[in-house]
């Protein structure tokens, strides 16, 4: 029972980052921009959230501090792709390589500090229940974000007027364009919040899941949610399937690599990349009827006036 | 006040050539301003960077020898990019080249085995590098699969399968337990242009890898579909160009390149296989060949030009204590103005101000 529970919270803590970042990836593509740089904004969310929790010894302002970073990530690549029509998917890439680099820079002086990590949640009686008590009444605050986020973000889709609009620019712009929708700034809204998605996942790897900071310590996980969305056909619901599917194999393989199975542990850490690449295949050919990406993605968009 | 592009009648070719050079210039004055930050007098920090690695032999030489991975590798990345296929996972495809090669040196060493060790042990890295490479290629022509998604997360797998071999069966056993194979054999080693110097064969196989791809690029039929597919995909169809072999064909050939550059490396400069080969040459040969504007003879030139920052970030480390990473922020700010820049050769920026024409439309 207890290694039950704590498998499962161990999922959690691992799905909740990859959950994170790619509901803000999510939001970015269904307006019709592939922000590839969500490993570059994370590294750099975990840098600068590190950074920030260890000036304030404040969790939370650790968590702002993430978000503004992968905002302002997020910004370069809005003026680049979108203000001057450069290459989506060139300049993503940049913006990852930025990003490795510049987290170097900023955490370059935390490596080896350590922080109070974020508190976890504890309702006496409730979070005391066998096997489910920890795991619904005893998350950190991250987690319980994560669900909302996801929530939140499937309202505003498809329950709001601007969400419908969102999801315009992202299937036809120049309609959207012809409406009278300003398309940039739409997509401009969007990329901003895929960054700060992206940062606030990035800074939950040192604030949460790890009480220190490591250079390269997402460790692809953002290019991890970018598979997710293509997992999810651009559907939150699916979205939140995926992240914890992800999650169960992450920590399988690493409990795997505890039971002593005679397997090297290196074949065992690079599951997760392999189950990727196939679940990418297997949905890629399941739906070879028809796309379901937004139709717009990754297509340059200079408006006529 | 807003910024709107106005796309050109036709690209600017006067842009296109010296869009490299201001990219190169608004690197240098943003790097002024983050050495200023860090607190360092740009000046001599830039001396260390640019001019330093230039002055004595010694640096010359190990410029020639980082660019020689850097212009491989981006040779077969700028084809791919010119078919508007997304390989990234260069790097992972170095690394499982380095891999295949060091097998046959690893299985021949302390053996009499002749000269044919070192040419087996090219075409074996270059064999693999391409089949590794095809993986992302065929999951993108048969599945559909975004080949940028699969190819990266190749890397992270050649990257634990190298750690995996240097750990486990191929680990030196007088190494003191360090993770590492033994040093590889005269006859496995890739020989030294001269005597007791940095510079080895590798670098002339660079060289003939640009020429072959500017022959390959502007005089064969090969080439030119390549370049159709990619700038102009419907022309392609119409034209009865098969968009997917050529999917295939440069992943393939992109791949093998990466390969020989691993293998080169690991028998030429490290002389032994070890985790941490390559100081990401996969990702910075994409810089590479975006700067050289995915011509071979710019990807030389690009080329030597990021391998100067490779060294000039180590002088820069020893001399002023200037982090290594600064190195890496240096190559990505590069990338963003290079692609900013690029910008300019389809459109042309204009500052409109949507409020004063409204007024002057009145009088």
């Known amino acids: 029972m207890e290694l039950i529970e704590a498998i499962i919270l161990a999922v959690l803590a691992a799905s909740t980052p990859l959950l994170i970042a790619a509901t803000g990836e999510l939001v970015t593509e269904r307006s019709g921009v592939l922000n590839l740089g969500v490993e570059g904004m994370m590294i750099v969310g975990a840098a600068c959230g590190f950074a920030g929790a260890w000036l304030t010894g404040s969790v939370f302002v650790g968590a702002l501090f993430g978000i503004i970073a992968g905002t302002m990530m997020s910004l370069i690549f809005a003026l680049m792709a979108l203000g001057l029509a450069v290459n989506q998917v060139a300049t993503g890439l940049a913006l990852t390589i930025l990003g490795v680099g510049l987290s170097g820079l900023i955490g370059a002086g935390f490596v080896g500090e350590r922080i109070t990590p974020a508190v976890h949640l504890a309702i006496p009686g409730l979070t005391d229940i066998p096997l489910v008590g920890r795991v619904l009444f005893g998350e950190d605050g991250f987690v319980y974000f994560s669900i909302a986020l996801v929530v939140g973000v499937w309202w505003f889709l498809y329950r709001t007027r601007a969400g419908l609009i969102l999801r315009a620019c992202g299937d036809n712009h120049v309609s959207a364009h012809a409406l009278g929708y300003p398309v940039l700034r739409i997509r401009t809204f969007a990329v901003m919040f895929g960054g700060a998605c992206a940062g606030l996942a990035g800074a939950y790897l040192p604030l949460a899941y790890t009480p220190f900071f490591i250079p390269g310590m997402t460790a692809g996980r953002g290019w991890i949610a970018l598979a997710l969305v293509v997992f999810s056909s651009w559907r939150p619901g699916r979205l939140v399937i995926g992240a914890y599917l992800f999650g169960a194999v992450t920590i399988l393989q690493l409990h795997a690599q505890g039971w002593g199975i005679g397997i090297p542990s290196q074949f065992m850490s690079a599951l997760p990349y392999l189950a990727t690449i196939i679940v990418l295949v297997l949905l890629s050919r399941a739906r070879s009827g028809g796309s379901t990406a937004p139709a717009a993605l990754g297509t340059v968009f200079v408006p006529d006036r | ?363």
């Open chain 2, 1 to 363: 006040m807003q910024l709107v592009l106005e796309k050109r009648a036709e690209r600017s070719g006067t842009i296109a050539l010296v869009s490299p050079l201001i990219a190169i210039g608004l690197t240098v004055v943003t790097m002024v301003i983050l050495f200023a930050i860090l607190g360092k007098n740009p000046l001599l920090a830039l001396h260390a960077y640019f001019i330093a690695p230039l002055t004595d032999g010694y640096s010359l030489q190990e410029i020639a020898v980082k660019a020689t991975p850097l212009v491989m590798i981006a040779i077969g990345l700028s084809l791919c990019y010119l078919a508007n296929a997304w390989n990234i996972g260069a790097e992972g495809q170095f690394l499982i080249g380095a891999v295949a090669g060091s097998w046959i040196a690893v299985k021949t060493q302390g053996t009499d085995a002749g000269a044919w060790v070192l040419p087996a042990m090219l075409v074996l890295a270059a064999a693999a590098g391409a089949l590794y490479a095809l993986i992302p290629a065929i999951c993108k022509v048969k599945f559909g699969a975004s080949e940028i998604l699969t190819s990266l997360m190749l890397v992270y797998v050649a990257d634990l399968f190298l750690d995996y071999l240097v750990r486990g069966p191929w680990r030196d056993p007088n190494g003191f337990n360090f993770p590492t194979t033994a040093e590889f054999d005269p006859v496995a080693t890739v020989p030294l242009l001269i005597e007791g110097g940095r510079l080895h064969l590798g670098s002339i196989i660079a060289l003939l890898v640009v020429a072959a791809a500017a022959i390959l690029l502007g005089r064969t039929i090969k080439g030119f579909e390549i370049r159709v597919v990619g700038a102009a995909p419907r022309a392609a169809r119409f034209g009865g160009f098969n968009a997917n072999q050529l999917i295939i064909l440069t992943f393939a050939i992109s791949g093998a390149l990466a390969g020989l550059a691993g293998i080169i490396e690991v028998a030429g400069p490290v002389g032994h296989l070890q985790p941490g080969i390559s100081p990401g040459y996969g990702f910075t040969a994409i810089i590479v060949a975006f700067l050289g504007r995915l011509n071979p003879l710019g990807i030389l030139i690009a080329g030597l030009f990021l391998a100067l920052t490779f060294i000039g970030g180590e002088q820069a480390q020893i001399a002023m204590k200037i982090p290594l990473d600064v190195t890496k922020v240096f190559q990505g700010i590069l990338l963003f103005y290079v692609l900013a820049c690029d910008s300019l050769i389809l459109y042309r920026f204009k500052l409109s101000f949507p409020n004063r024409q409204v007024a002057s439309g009145t009088h």
